[in-house]
């Protein structure tokens, strides 16, 4: 049997999760809020305004990497089974923690020397992740293999496009994707970057738009124009508790591409903390494939 991991830093929520069968799959990432440490569920116990108010009222969250003993409880119960494991994550680039992951597993095998283990790195975050985690989740319940998950994975990939743009710039200061003089400048100025997610699996400011408005529109143009009608995917439109600007934006998009199925979703804890409130981000299979760098 496999059995199929994901993470909470996928953005994939209770409902999305028990559609595939993977709503007990999810590997819990931490965060720390007023000095209190979280682990991110699917959902089920984040409560979004409350969170992101505390944000605005200047509380600075910060997250943290897994251990190798954390892993291994997730793991380790599976190869007792004798099951093999598929871990579709997050991407490398975003953090050390898959380093204790191999070697967690390293160590497992020692313990249990025919075990299989894949993790397939989606070179993504949020719910350019959760795209293909949902895509794998369907393959595997047609009785697909490892390989064969693995292969179709890889030709989807290229095409999950994700561009998001932030209300407040600090944030994206503070994760060292604009440097403090251009974070200020643009504050001043009300320029609001538009951050993709590259084909090399990172997050660049490609241009900015002056006024948060204008950035917006900007990305909900390339999705209505891009968004590929015939992918077995929804388009995902995230925010930070700004229901009612998404709303907005959602109507816009089903008025002009009425073919697809448009899911609203709450940013989760760990990813707000590195965007702030007021961000919206877009997320789906294109026509087209993602950006290379311009670096």
């Known amino acids: 049997m496999i059995k199929l991991f994901f993470d909470t830093d996928s953005e994939i929520n209770l409902e999305l999760a028990k559609e595939v069968g993977i709503e007990n799959n999810a590997i819990r990432f931490p965060y720390t809020l007023d000095d209190e440490v979280y682990y991110a569920d699917l959902g089920q116990t984040y409560d979004p305004n409350w969170f992101f108010s505390k944000l605005r009222s200047g509380s600075l969250p910060t997250t943290s990497a897994l251990n190798g003993e954390e892993f291994k409880d997730y793991f380790e119960p599976e190869f007792k089974k004798g099951n093999e494991i598929l871990y579709v994550s997050f991407g490398t680039n ?7 992951m191999d070697q967690a597993i390293t ?4 313990k249990y020397p025919n075990l299989k283990f894949t993790r397939y790195d989606t070179k993504a975050i949020s719910l350019g992740t959760g795209i293909l985690v949902l895509q794998a989740a369907k393959l595997l319940n047609k009785g697909k293999t490892t390989q064969q998950i693995v292969k179709k994975l890889d030709e989807i990939a290229p095409f999950v496009n994700m561009e998001f743009v932030v ?7 503070k994760g060292g994707r604009l440097t403090t003089g251009k974070a200020i400048m643009g ?7 538009i951050i993709k997610l590259t084909e090399a699996g990172k997050l660049e400011p490609f241009k900015s738009v002056q006024g948060k408005t204008k950035a917006v529109r900007t990305i909900v143009d390339d999705a209505i124009l891009n968004a590929d009608e ?10 930070g508790d700004c229901l009612e600007e998404v709303r907005r934006y959602t109507a816009m998009i089903k008025e002009k591409r009425p073919d697809l199925n448009v899911i609203q979703l709450d940013i989760g804890p760990v990813i707000g903390t590195h965007c702030g409130p007021g961000t919206i981000g877009l997320a789906y299979i294109g026509r087209t494939k993602k950006p290379q760098g311009k670096y």
């Open 187 to 193: 504050t001043i100025l009300q320029m609001k970057p």
């Open 94 to 100: 975003f953090s050390a923690t898959f380093n204790m």
């Open 167 to 173: 209300d407040d710039l600090m944030y994206l200061k």
């Open 107 to 110: 160590e497992l095998k020692v």
């Open 230 to 239: 015939n992918a077995d995917s929804p388009l995902f439109i995230l925010h």
